[in-house]
């Protein structure tokens, strides 16, 4: 969220390359080797090394630093290449493998992110490649190559495209006779981890975490001797469990090999069916978001009795970072808001309660600096959101955070606030349109973790650029396909419908750009709930629980006469 009027920050643009010669180049490649390839024999091996890059970029060459490696999101293992394309840069990955000449060889690699290609060139006769123009999910680029009959040696590559988003690769398979440079050993059954630890509890789950083992592509989770749930990372929550109960928990790691032995057993218990207290005013169904400046950016200065009624929740905007990592506090602008004072703000949050709304704070914003990166930072935040709650009587909190976001640490702290708060806690979440175009990304992830508290995403859908839908395609900001394709994501990807709001700006001075009239946010709410009034994207089903809208700000609302709020809310109260 921005505090300064009509800033250009986090603008991105995605401009779709003219790709159709490339189109009949990869065409006409693939018509060539078609009658050539065959199938791996049982003898063939992959003469990829480090195929699955597992050992960091040993053995592969990337083009201008442009690749690295990352633990998320992965296809096998426990890593995977990410290639970030910049400038004249297509964040090029070249390996040479040895093979022997005459012989067919099967080229295939998992990708995801934005535009990939695959390809082998020195093949000694006609070099190969394919692409994708990019997935939110891991898709499988195949192809095939037959060696010239001097050939000993061959370079496979990936690469992006210009200014066009980060790729990701993993598991690369060169499959055929080995040409004499053999191939990365087969693996060993993993060792049994160490450090499990249970962490935040809530009356029907608990969380652990444990220490990472090498060569382990996934971890099993087990409740009182069994199977309860498995992970590809180093963090679970076991949910289900009875309320006041205590549990008995056990990892082990697993990889193509085979399991390791079980983990030292820990304890843990759930907390009590009791809750401890604090504000417990509910949600409606569907509702209206709407963030309150704390500040005077030119905007109109409010008092939180001035904010109209057709907002459900005001988000207090912003809390403040602390000395302590994780920890936050807030504090009142009384001089920026024409001497409004504490005692009235306190009063003013019981009243919007007692009308049935929802005053939460909110955390981050454009300049918001607060981390939650390890187990203390994030018993810190907990702490510090929960006695702000208890000061102000905040319904609950929200998460803006536009500087980077751990899932991990972020899921904690959330549920350790929550079983502080008690069922009560309101949770939202306002991330950035490339925050949620995939479910690996930190946001994504988050926001699954904590399914079972979370009550609303409403990602902002400005100052952003143009963007991939659930579809694949790049649809331009401010338009209502853009609002529909990329709630799609997230409606797909795992999150319930009541758990989606449409965020936008509410007067074209309250974004540097993505500004829509409330008629077209009207126009995408009616096509999600209703299948009415769609662009030229029209989502295969309708998600009639759609939660709402939200904007920025209710301040600049106000500045245009409240024209957002009186078109969007009753809008969005009338819905089915």
């Known amino acids: 969220m921005e505090r300064s009027e009509g800033s250009s920050r986090h603008?991105?643009?995605?401009?779709?390359?003219?790709?159709?010669?490339?189109?009949?180049?990869?065409?006409?490649g693939a018509l060539a080797v078609t009658g050539l390839a065959t199938s791996a024999q049982a003898a063939d091996v992959n003469v990829a090394k480090n195929a699955g890059f597992e050992s960091g970029l040993a053995n592969w060459t990337c083009s201008g630093g442009s690749?690295?490696?990352?633990?998320?999101?992965?296809?096998?293992?426990?890593s995977a290449l990410k290639?970030?394309?910049?400038?004249?840069?297509?964040?090029?990955?070249?390996?040479?493998?040895?093979?022997?000449?005459?012989?067919?060889?099967?080229?295939?690699?998992?990708?995801?992110?934005?535009?990939?290609?695959?390809?082998?060139?020195?093949?000694?006769?006609?070099?190969?490649?394919?692409?994708?123009?990019?997935?939110?999910?891991?898709?499988?680029?195949?192809?095939?190559?037959?060696?010239?009959?001097?050939?000993?040696?061959?370079?496979?590559?990936?690469?992006?495209?210009?200014?066009?988003?980060?790729?990701?690769?993993?598991?690369?398979?060169v499959t055929g006779p080995d040409g004499g440079g053999g191939t990365d050993p087969e693996p060993s059954v993993p060792?049994?981890?160490a450090g499990l630890t249970v962490g935040a509890t809530t009356t029907s789950s608990i969380a652990l975490s444990w220490n990472a083992v090498s060569g382990a592509t996934g971890y099993t989770v087990y409740r009182n001797g069994t199977k309860a749930t498995t992970s590809t990372g180093t963090s679970a929550t076991v949910t289900g469990l009875a309320a006041d109960t205590a549990y008995q928990f056990a990892v082990s790691a697993t990889n193509a090999a085979g399991e390791s032995v079980k983990s030292a057993t820990?304890?843990?218990?759930?907390?009590?069916?009791?809750?401890?207290?604090?504000?417990?005013?509910?949600?409606p169904k569907h509702a209206v978001t709407g963030y309150w400046q704390n500040f005077n950016n030119g905007a109109t200065v409010q008092k939180l009795s001035d904010v109209p009624a057709n907002y459900d929740i005001i988000a207090v905007s912003f809390a403040d970072?602390?000395?302590?990592?994780?920890?936050?506090?807030?504090?009142?602008?009384?001089?920026?808001?024409?001497?409004?004072?504490?005692?009235?703000?306190?009063?003013?949050?019981?009243?919007?309660?007692?009308?049935?709304?929802?005053?939460?704070?909110?955390?981050?914003?454009?300049k918001g600096s607060v981390a939650v990166n390890s187990d203390a930072s994030a018993t810190a935040f907990a702490d510090s959101v929960y006695a702000l709650i208890q000061e102000y009587g905040f319904n609950g909190v929200d998460i803006d955070l536009e500087n980077g976001l751990n899932s991990t640490y972020m899921t904690k702290a959330l549920r350790s606030l929550s079983s502080k708060a008690g069922s009560g806690l309101v949770i939202t979440m306002a991330p950035q349109t490339i925050d949620m175009q995939s479910t690996s990304g930190e946001y994504f992830k988050t926001a699954l973790n904590i399914k079972d508290i979370l009550t609303v995403v409403n990602m902002q859908y400005y100052n952003s650029g143009s963007m991939l839908g659930c579809d694949g395609k790049v649809y331009s900001q401010g338009s209502v396909d853009f609002l529909t394709a990329l709630a799609c994501i997230q409606l797909e990807g795992g999150l319930a419908p009541s758990q989606v709001g449409l965020g936008v700006p509410a007067s074209t001075r309250g974004a540097g750009s993505g500004y829509v009239a409330p008629s077209v946010v009207n126009a995408a709410l009616d096509c999600l709930t209703k299948g009415t009034s769609c662009g030229s994207f029209k989502p295969s089903r309708t998600y009639p629980a759609l939660r709402g809208a939200m904007t920025w700000s209710t301040n600049w609302d106000a500045t245009a006469g409240n024209a957002w709020s009186n078109a969007v809310g009753p809008h969005v109260h009338g819905l089915p």
């Open 67 to 78: 690749g690295t490696t990352v633990s998320s999101p992965v296809h096998g293992g426990t």
């Open 266 to 283: 820990v304890s843990g218990r759930t907390a009590k069916a009791t809750d401890p207290g604090g504000p417990t005013t509910s949600v």
């Open 191 to 193: 060792g049994s981890p």
């Open 83 to 173: 290639a970030t394309p910049a400038g004249q840069d297509n964040a090029k990955c070249t390996q040479t493998v040895a093979v022997k000449p005459n012989s067919t060889y099967a080229l295939s690699s998992w990708v995801q992110g934005g535009y990939a290609y695959l390809g082998a060139s020195g093949t000694g006769t006609t070099d190969v490649s394919t692409w994708t123009p990019g997935s939110t999910s891991w898709t499988q680029l195949r192809t095939s190559f037959t060696t010239g009959p001097s050939t000993t040696s061959v370079t496979v590559y990936t690469h992006g495209w210009y200014g066009q988003a980060a790729y990701f690769a993993d598991d690369v398979q």
């Open 321 to 366: 970072a602390t000395a302590t990592p994780g920890a936050v506090t807030f504090n009142l602008d009384s001089a920026g808001l024409n001497g409004y004072t504490v005692a009235q703000f306190k009063a003013d949050i019981k009243a919007k309660q007692a009308a049935g709304k929802n005053v939460i704070i909110s955390v981050g914003g454009e």
């Open 11 to 28: 603008r991105r643009s995605r401009v779709r390359p003219l790709l159709g010669g490339a189109v009949a180049v990869v065409a006409a």
